[in-house]
């Protein structure tokens, strides 16, 4: 079993930062992949970014490239997701996901997610 746990989440302005984070306990894959995804109030749930565990390959959505860092330690087994410049268009609730079998294969473990809130 896999749990996944987020952390991290707040109310913050436009302009300010926030690192999340996702401890990882429970079965471990060799070739596992770690992402985060936020879903909007009316909205489906999107893509933010991915990262392979050895931290060699990293995705990221178009509308977070640059401003957000996908990142993880492999010592303490929690995967990290630094947001920059937020804007109020980043405002949702974001989860972290674990897939055993690499990028681009179907998440199957899910956290239960944490809220950010960014007003302008």
């Known amino acids: 079993q896999v749990q996944l746990v987020e952390s991290g989440g707040g109310l913050v302005q436009a302009g300010d930062s926030l690192r999340l984070s996702c401890a990882v306990s429970?079965?471990?894959?060799?070739?596992?992949?770690m992402g985060w995804f936020r879903q909007a109030p009316g909205k489906e749930r999107e893509f933010v970014a991915a990262?392979?565990?050895?931290?060699?390959?990293?995705r990221y959505a178009d509308s977070v490239k640059g401003r957000f860092t996908i990142s993880c330690d492999d010592a303490k087994n929690t995967v990290y997701l630094q947001m920059n410049s937020l804007k109020p268009e980043d405002t949702a609730v974001y989860y972290c996901?674990?897939?055993?079998?690499?990028?681009?294969?179907?998440?199957?473990?899910w956290g239960q997610g944490t809220q950010v809130t960014v007003s302008s």
């Open positions: 996901a674990k897939t055993p079998y690499g990028l681009g294969t179907e998440y199957q473990y």
């Open positions: 429970g079965r471990t894959f060799a070739r596992s992949a």
């Open positions: 990262i392979t565990w050895s931290g060699a390959d990293t």
